[in-house]
């Protein structure tokens, strides 16, 4: 329970302590016997105020065992004042409304069951009070008071009922805020190992491609050098050597040329694969399913493993903010994504069996899919099934010649 709900309890059981206290009066003159007693009637109502504002200091059991003393005030109060029936109703009312606000549907019930027990106890047709036989409230009386209590318990139930539901959304949205964070982090986990796997690539790469050159082209480079300058140093006395000598530089630049063919094709083989296209589709997909444990059905038809970049990271993005959408609106529990080309185009569709929406209103993720989409040149549409909610998108694929962006190759 919010502070915001304690401070309406008990204000308004005050309020009807304090009606009550203004209406002593006029009981005490219909039972003039009464008024050596003004003063106790005034304590008791005193004391069941104090008890509101310790029940709204303390928590729901401090709340509950306020609430049962004040029964004994309702009894002893009511019971007394013989046929009149607005104390004993205002009394009731502000036990009533307590459980409402403070106590589980459980306690709530039960609380309200022993205020609507008591009240039948103060409402018997002839009661000996302080030696005085006093008649009780007539027919009429006694259904309004009791009719009154039940109504509002009822009331008081059903809103309790209302706010148990409103808590339960409460908790759920912030287990899909959590659960949204989770994924988030995760994504940008990922992201940021393939950015780094990708630059570690490099640094590899141009560390091997170092070392063969050192390895293999230096040395033959060398060779060759060493043996055009003897040639060139014995091409008058010896021309015969300085022909052999230039066949063997040839020979060298031959096994040179060889061994820098036999090094690019060994270094492309040792390549690290850096998921893109559908693999990279694949790796959110199944990071999504870990995150929240929605069941994810991806189909790729018969969509090319090599994709232009800026197609690429559009059919990303689109994925991950309808997965992400039907999770936290929808709360789908199984997404199914269909991803095929169509001639020259790319058809991605996005459903999921969650709520649906009968007015979609767009937000910043969806108005980002649909700019990011229109820039290439494609279109996007979003709306609720029968069974959930979709997205659906086309985009053009680029000839050869193209300039969407650079294609990488495919992991």
């Not at 998921?275 to 991806?298: D, W, Y």
């Not at 493993?305 to 929808?330: C, D, I, S």
């Not at 989409?373 to 659906?392: Q, S």
Request: proline fraction near 4%; aromatic fraction near 6%; include cysteine.
């Amino acid at each position: 329970m919010n502070q915001r709900h304690r401070i309406i309890s008990v204000a308004i059981s005050l309020v009807l302590y304090w009606c009550a206290w203004r209406s002593l009066p006029g009981v005490i003159d219909s039972y003039p016997f009464l008024t050596r007693y003004a003063w106790q009637y005034r304590l008791l109502l005193a004391i069941a105020a104090a008890l509101a504002l310790i029940g709204a200091i303390g928590d729901a059991r401090v709340s509950r065992t306020t609430l049962f003393l004040r029964l004994m005030v309702l009894y002893l109060v009511g019971y007394t004042t013989g046929s009149t029936i607005a104390v004993p109703l205002l009394l009731a009312l502000a036990s009533i409304q307590e459980s409402g606000f403070r106590q589980g549907l459980g306690w709530a019930a039960g609380i309200i069951l022993g205020t609507l027990g008591v009240t039948l106890l103060t409402i018997v047709p002839d009661r000996l009070v302080f030696g005085v036989l006093m008649s009780g409230p007539g027919p009429a009386d006694r259904l309004v008071l009791l009719g009154s209590a039940t109504a509002a318990g009822a009331l008081a139930l059903g809103f309790r009922r209302a706010r148990r539901q409103e808590e339960r959304w409460r908790d759920a949205v912030e287990r899909l805020d959590l659960a949204v964070s989770r994924l988030a982090e995760a994504n940008l986990g990922y992201q940021g190992y393939a950015q780094e796997l990708r630059g570690t690539s490099i640094a590899e790469e141009r560390r091997r491609i170092s070392r063969e050159i050192h390895d293999s082209v230096g040395y033959s480079l060398t060779n060759i050098r060493v043996m055009l300058e003897a040639a060139v140093i014995r091409q008058k006395d010896h021309p015969d050597e300085t022909v052999r000598l230039i066949e063997q530089s040839m020979d060298e630049a031959g096994l040179c040329l060889e061994q820098t063919r036999q090094a690019m094709r060994q270094l492309r083989g040792r390549e690290v694969p850096v998921p893109s296209g559908p693999s990279a589709i694949q790796r959110l997909v199944r990071a999504f399913e870990e995150v929240t444990g929605i069941r994810v059905n991806a189909e790729y038809g018969n969509v090319p493993v090599v994709w232009p970049l800026a197609v690429e990271k559009a059919v990303y993005r689109l994925v991950q903010e309808g997965m992400t959408n039907a999770f936290r609106h929808g709360m789908a529990t199984e997404i199914i994504i269909y991803l095929w080309q169509d001639e020259d185009a790319l058809r991605l569709s996005v459903r999921d069996n969650g709520r649906g929406s009968g007015e979609v209103k767009e937000g910043i993720g969806i108005a980002g899919m649909r700019e990011r989409v229109e820039a290439l040149g494609g279109e996007v549409a979003v709306g609720p099934r029968p069974d959930g909610f979709e997205v659906r998108a086309w985009l053009p694929l680029p000839d050869q010649g193209g300039h969407h962006g650079a294609a990488h190759p495919a992991g």
